[in-house]
C-alpha cells in the first residue's frame, strides 16, 4: 500500500449478505478499519471511531472490515450490534486484509473522496507503554480531509491484536 496512490477497490459482503465495493463510496471520505470482535484494542477504539463518525456522517462512511479467521460471523454480528458499528463487512479469507497488507486489529485506511489513500496506521497513538492517548491519529487525517488539506500525519505503526489468518 502507498500512501497518495489509488486505494484498491473491493468487494465484499455484510453481515447480512449485501455486497459493498469501494468504488461505491466515491465522492465520500473512506474509513476503512480491520476489525475484531475479540480483541480488547478493537473494542477501546470502537467507542472513539463511533463518537467521532457521528460528527462526519454526511461527509464519511465507515466500513469495519473482520478479517480475523478465527472469528465467526455469529461472534462478529453479537460485537458489531453491541458497538453500535454502522456497517461491518465479512473477510472471510482475509483477501482484503492481504491486499491492504492490514496487520492488527484495528488498523485504518483513510480514503479521500477520490479514492486516493491519505493515511493508514494507528487510531491514535496509545501502545504499551503509553496506555492513555494523546493524539487521535484518525480524527486528524478526517479533519485535514474535510478542511480540503492532506493529513500532515499519513502513516504510522499500527497497534492492536494481530489479524489471525489461519486457524
Not at 473512506?30 to 467521532?52: G, M, Q, Y
Not at 462512511?61 to 460485537?79: G, P, Q, Y
Not at 479514492?115 to 497513538?125: F, H, K, N, P, S
Request: overall charge negative; charged content about 25%; some cysteine.
Amino acid at each position: 500500500m502507498k500512501i497518495n496512490q489509488p486505494a484498491p477497490d473491493f468487494e465484499l459482503p455484510d453481515l447480512e449478505g449485501r455486497l459493498h465495493r469501494l468504488r461505491e463510496y466515491r465522492g465520500k471520505i473512506v474509513i476503512l478499519n480491520f476489525w475484531s470482535c475479540e480483541c480488547p484494542h478493537s473494542e477501546r477504539t470502537d467507542k472513539a471511531i463511533t463518537s467521532l463518525f457521528a460528527q462526519w456522517r454526511d461527509n464519511a462512511v465507515m466500513l469495519s472490515i473482520a478479517a480475523n479467521r478465527s472469528e465467526n460471523i455469529e461472534a462478529v454480528k453479537t460485537a458489531a450490534n453491541a458497538r453500535r458499528l454502522p456497517t461491518v463487512l465479512w473477510d472471510a479469507n482475509c483477501s482484503v486484509a492481504d491486499l491492504y497488507e492490514a496487520q492488527t486489529t484495528p488498523h485504518v485506511y483513510v480514503i479521500d473522496r477520490d479514492g486516493i489513500l491519505r493515511y493508514c496506521g494507528a487510531v491514535d497513538d496509545m501502545t504499551f507503554r503509553k496506555r492513555i492517548p494523546t493524539r487521535f491519529f484518525l480524527d486528524e487525517a478526517v479533519e485535514a480531509l474535510l478542511a480540503g488539506n492532506l493529513p500532515a500525519l499519513t502513516e504510522s505503526p499500527a497497534y492492536g491484536c494481530t489479524i489471525v489468518r489461519e486457524v
